[in-house]
């Protein structure tokens, strides 16, 4: 029979001993790069969440004010319309007065 020493017995060990330490090495370097990834990740997340929620913010004032202005700018010509209706109706009740001044000072119509 093969008899092994004990220091090729040693030897094998402290080999896979080495070869399980380098792969836990190499684990552990993994997980320090996937953590690093997640922290980046959930830093750009978060930043562009807040970009986010600010543009959304932005264009809900933009329309608001948009809304806002275009009120207040329907309200002036609402006023303007009623001041034209206002002088239109003086200056047709001024016509109407003058066409029956006319009426009653004419000649009447001639018949047929």
Not at 13 to 35: C, F, T, V, W
Not at 61 to 68: H, K, P
Not at 70 to 90: H, K, P, Y
């Amino acid at each position: 029979m093969n008899s092994i020493s004990r220091e090729e017995i040693d030897a094998r060990h402290d080999g896979r001993m080495d070869a399980i330490e380098k792969m836990g090495a190499e684990i552990h370097k993994k997980i320090d790069s996937l953590h690093k990834t997640i922290i980046i990740t959930w830093i750009g997340v978060v930043i562009f969440s807040i970009l986010g929620v600010s543009a959304v913010n932005s264009a809900l004032f933009n329309n608001m004010l948009a809304a806002f202005t275009s009120g207040q700018d329907l309200a002036t010509v609402q006023a303007d319309v009623r001041r034209q209706l206002r002088e239109t109706d003086a200056l047709l009740k001024q016509i109407q007065a003058d066409a029956n001044k006319k009426s009653s000072h004419s000649f009447p119509p001639e018949r047929d």
